[in-house]
Structure formats: C-alpha cells, structure tokens
T-cell receptor
Framework: DAKTTQPTSMDCAEGRAANLPCNHSTISGNEYVYWYRQIHSQGPQYIIH???NNETNEMASLIITEDRKSSTLILPHATLRDTAVYYC???????????FGQGTELSVKP | KAGVTQTPRYLIKTRGQQVTLSCSPI?????VSWYQQTPGQGLQFLFEYFSETQRNKGNFPGRFSGRQFSNSRSEMNVSTLELGDSALYLC???????????????FGPGTRLTVL
C-alpha cells in the first residue's frame, strides 16, 4: 500500500483558505488519492478524490501535482465547523479497505 | 436516505466475554467495512464484506470475526475480550458499483466498546 505523509497539525483563521498538504511519493499510476475528515467523536466523512486531474466539489478542491507525488486539499473558506482531523489516503481497487494514516489535525480559529 | 446505523452505541464488557456489534448499511449499499479506532493505533481496517463474502481482511487476530447477511446488514464479533479491545468500532458502507474509481465510504457513528 502506498504511504502518505501529512503534517501532524495546522491552524487556519476562520474565513481564510485552508491548504492541507499530503505527500505520496510512492504512489503508483493507477492509485487514487482520497481525502476524508473526522470531526471529534463522529465517523469519518468522505470529502473528495482524484487520480491526476484537479477536482472540485461543494466541500473542497483537490490539487494533484503533475508527477502525482503530492497533493493539496483546499477548503476555500474555512469555518469553525471544519475543525477536524483530515486524512489523505491512496489506494487502487481495494474494495472497502481504506488505510488511514495519522492525518492532520486542523484547528480553525476565530 | 437513512445513514449507516450501528447498534449498540455504547457497550461495557469484562475481559473474557464476547461481544457482537451490528451495522445496517445505507439502503442499496452492498459493501460493509469495519474499522477499529484507538488513541494509540488510530483507525485500523478490520475487514470488508461484499455480497455476504469477506473480500478484504486486516491484520487482526482470529478473535475478530464478522459476517454479512443477504440484506447487507453486517455483524462483527469479538471473542475472549481483552483490555486492549477497548475502542471505537466503526462501520462503513459503500455502493461499490464495481468501478474501481469509486469507493466513497459512508461511516456510521460507531460503537464505543469498553472492556473492564
């Protein structure tokens, strides 16, 4: 399984963009990048995923570098409710098996 | 659509006992996965069931087992409980339509198991 590296924690001011980096230098060509987040005491929540093109949905944007060795999750206007642990996961066709790392604890401050 | 439901939400057991946790996936979802979350080890994959068959398995001892019924509901069983089994057990369901590019999992609220 490809491994990911994320900063342990980050702070972001409310209303500003939160940019969460993820390094996945050993990713192979057919592995996808998924992002989930877990708000305290809740189950993880899917945010977005991508293969090589940048992706955007109502929650966030995902920017994947051309060499696919790293990616950035962007929350365009962070709110206090975005305070959570964010997990970057890479995998290919493993069915329901997600390998979670330690994630990044994002604190959005007023 | 109703979300993933897990029962019970909280459970207290003693060492040596066994426990069964239940998970009802979102209607139409055929894949159910189980995860264990502890402060020390984080989120760890236990196993996944698809169409009543175990499709993936994590690195947990045989005391941890599961099954899936024809209606996609799933149960997880832990026998001979140990103190270290105290954790939040999360269930997730996925439509898993067969396309490898789509594996959005929907998590339930979890069952908090405490082993005394």
């Amino acid at each position: 399984d490809a491994k990911t590296t994320q900063p342990t924690s980050m702070d972001c001011a409310e209303g500003r963009a939160a940019n969460l980096p993820c390094n996945h230098s050993t990713i192979s060509g057919n592995e996808y990048v998924y992002w989930y987040r877990q708000i305290h005491s809740q189950g993880p929540q899917y945010i977005i995923h991508g293969l090589k093109n940048n992706e955007t949905n109502e929650m966030a944007s995902l920017i994947i570098t051309e060499d696919r060795k790293s990616s950035t999750l962007i929350l365009p206007h962070a709110t206090l409710r975005d305070t959570a642990v964010y997990y970057c996961i890479v995998f290919y066709n493993q069915g329901g098996k997600l390998i979670f790392g330690q994630g990044t604890e994002l604190s959005v401050k007023p | 659509k109703a979300g993933v439901t897990q029962t019970p939400r909280y459970l207290i057991k003693t060492r040596g006992q066994q426990v069964t946790l239940s998970c009802s996936p979102i209607s139409g979802h055929r894949s159910v996965s189980w995860y264990q979350q502890t402060p020390g080890q984080g989120l760890q994959f236990l196993f996944e069931y698809f169409s009543e068959t175990q499709r993936n398995k994590g690195n947990f001892p045989g005391r941890f087992s599961g099954r899936q019924f024809s209606n996609s509901r799933s149960e997880m069983n832990v026998s001979t409980l140990e103190l270290g089994d105290s954790a939040l057990y999360l269930c997730a369901s996925s439509p898993n339509s067969g396309s490898f590019s789509y594996n959005e999992q929907f998590f339930g609220p979890g069952t908090r198991l405490t082993v005394l």
